[in-house]
T-cell receptor, first 113, second 111 residues
Framework: ETGVTQTPRHLVMGMTNKKSLKCEQH?????MYWYKQSAKKPLELMFV???????ENNSVPSRFSPECPNSSHLFLHLHTLQPEDSALYLC????????????FGPGTRLTVL | QKEVEQNSGPLSVPEGAIASLNCTYS??????FFWYRQYSGKSPELIMS????GDKEDGRFTAQLNKASQYVSLLIRDSQPSDSATYLC???????????FGAGTTVTVRA
């Protein structure tokens, strides 16, 4: 679990708040990911960054804004969220080669009131 | 749209038995296959990866891959209560960053 860390682990926010999720990987990886996990649903890929450039954005609403300042850090900025955005948000990282294995952080449990 | 299908379960097995989990995928270009274990309230943890047809064993876990039939399975031998978790199947194409996940199979090992 220490390879990929996420803060905060739990977050409760109102619909008008602005907050940020932070992810840091200590594995020397080149790619980082944000996933959303809702109850009884498959993991949903939100964003992919490779070498600090966004390479994938799976039609995520603009109220979610990612930022990758360097290959070790990834942020997810949140604003004007909806209650249906309540979920577990997972960060992952991978080497970026082939085959590629993703390693997950512990996640942030987000509740939007 | 790549699809990965798993039986949601729950799959209930007695302690010491073999738990068998199956996963099918739609994309014939898939090259890498992974099994993750996720305990309730925790994040997914990689337990097996397999890239070639056949069996791969790691301790009590065996992954089986059949690319022609587009399925990958996971066997858990001598199941323990600590194996009770949701098991996620994931696949990706060679050179593709994206993993496509199944919804997971929940396994309960009863003592």
């Amino acid at each position: 679990e220490t390879g990929v860390t996420q803060t905060p682990r739990h977050l409760v926010m109102g619909m008008t708040n602005k907050k940020s999720l932070k992810c840091e990987q200590h594995l020397g990886h080149n790619a980082m990911y944000w996933y959303k996990q809702s109850a009884k649903k498959p993991l949903e890929l939100m964003f992919v960054y490779s070498l600090e450039e966004r390479v994938e954005n799976n039609s995520v609403p603009s109220r979610f804004s990612p930022e990758c300042p360097n290959s070790s850090h990834l942020f997810l900025h949140l604003h004007t969220l909806q209650p249906e955005d309540s979920a577990l948000y997972l960060c992952a990282s991978s080497q970026g080669g082939a085959p590629d294995t993703q390693y997950f952080g512990p996640g942030t449990r987000l509740t939007v009131l | 749209q790549k699809e990965v299908e798993q039986n949601s379960g729950p799959l209930s097995v007695p302690e010491g038995a073999i738990a068998s989990l199956n996963c099918t995928y739609s994309d014939r270009g898939s090259q890498s296959f992974f099994w993750y274990r996720q305990y309730s309230g925790k994040s997914p943890e990689l337990i097996m990866s397999i890239y070639s047809n056949g069996d791969k064993e790691d301790g009590r876990f065996t992954a089986q891959l059949n690319k022609a039939s587009q399925y990958v399975s996971l066997l858990i031998r001598d199941s323990q209560p600590s194996d009770s978790a949701t098991y996620l199947c994931a696949v990706n194409e060679e050179g593709d960053y994206k993993l496509s996940f199944g919804a997971g199979t929940t396994v309960t090992v009863r003592a």
